[in-house]
């Protein structure tokens, strides 16, 4: 999707957007993910409907200032500290509740406010969709809560492959936990939070799959990536996890998740992006 012409009507502008042989008249909502995917509005510095500062955690608040010297963030009047969280970027400057990345770094309860920005987890018995589940969960709470149950339920319903060598039943290679992590936690950190929808993650008995929800920001290719070229959409978010050593903040995560593969011997990972989501295949064997 792409923007193909402006068109004035007496005082009011039409965007119109090229889909396949066609032109159409683009929505609202397609304007802000096309605005948001030139770089010119960060997607998790925008303000959250409804939310308010009491939708914060103030020790968690107090946390993120307690090691500048200059700040004693408990001690602050009201005003001043909201003029701080502000300045911070944890609120929003004119609606004055929290932005997207204050409330999932810092809120009590994020989903109350955001409901789909979660880890919609499910594991199936085989190698495709069924109806039978092995294990299903929503990894919510604040980012970092998200990308640590999504790569716990990841971890319990990972199942060893093994092969007989002579007598000996060998253990068949796997993905480290860190590859999972950084996989996950780059799926939550890039994604568009202008789509109402999930990061889905779907395991099945030779892959996981981690499905993203908008493209790959500012035309970066899957080539590109691999090489360690990276491309923020959500900048805030993404040093948040970096500072926690939840994601590699230079790049090297994806890079280094196609080294493993082929350290181990395994099919190398793939990323296939598309318009509206982006979709990670890591093989398990």
């Given at each position: 999707m792409s923007p193909s012409y402006a068109r004035r009507s007496g005082e009011s502008l039409h965007y119109y957007i090229r889909v396949g042989s066609t032109s159409r008249q683009a929505s609202r909502e397609e304007l802000v993910r096309l605005t948001q995917a030139s770089g010119a509005v960060a997607s998790d510095l925008r303000p959250v409907l409804g939310a308010t500062?009491?939708?914060?955690?103030?020790?968690?608040?107090?946390?993120?200032?307690?090691?500048?010297r200059s700040i004693h963030y408990p001690e602050l009047p009201a005003s001043d500290r909201r003029r701080l969280l502000v300045d911070a970027e944890i609120l929003h400057p004119e609606t004055g509740g929290p932005t997207i990345a204050g409330l999932?770094?810092?809120?009590s309860n994020p989903q109350r406010r955001l409901a789909h920005a979660l880890v919609?987890?499910?594991?199936?018995?085989?190698n495709q969709p069924e109806r039978?589940?092995?294990?299903?969960?929503?990894?919510?709470?604040?980012?970092d809560q998200q990308v640590a149950n999504a790569v716990a339920f990841i971890t319990r319903n990972m199942r060893q492959s093994s092969h007989i060598?002579?007598?000996?039943?060998?253990?068949?290679?796997?993905p480290s936990p860190e590859t999972f992590r950084e996989v996950v936690a780059n799926a939550v950190a890039h994604r568009h939070y202008g789509i109402a929808g999930p990061v889905q993650l779907r395991m099945y008995t030779d892959?996981?799959?981690?499905?993203?929800?908008?493209?790959?920001?500012?035309?970066?290719?899957?080539?590109?990536m691999r090489l360690g070229v990276s491309v923020r959409r959500n900048q805030f978010l993404v040093q948040h996890l970096a500072q926690l050593g939840l994601?590699?903040?230079?790049?090297?995560?994806?890079?280094?998740?196609?080294?493993?593969?082929?350290?181990?011997?395994?099919?190398?990972?793939?990323?296939?992006?598309?318009?509206?989501?982006?979709r990670v295949i890591v093989p398990l064997g």
């Open positions: 500062l009491d939708d914060l955690e103030p020790d968690l608040l107090a946390k993120r200032f307690e090691s500048l999932l770094c810092y809120g919609s987890c499910v594991a199936y018995p085989g039978e589940l092995v294990d299903k969960t929503e990894a919510a709470g604040r980012i060598d002579g007598i000996e039943r060998v253990e068949s290679p796997r892959r996981v799959e981690i499905v993203s929800p908008g493209g790959l920001p500012n035309g970066v290719t899957p080539a590109a994601v590699d903040a230079i790049g090297r995560g994806v890079a280094l998740m196609f080294e493993e593969a082929a350290e181990l011997g395994l099919p190398s990972p793939t990323i296939d992006p598309e318009d509206t989501a982006v």
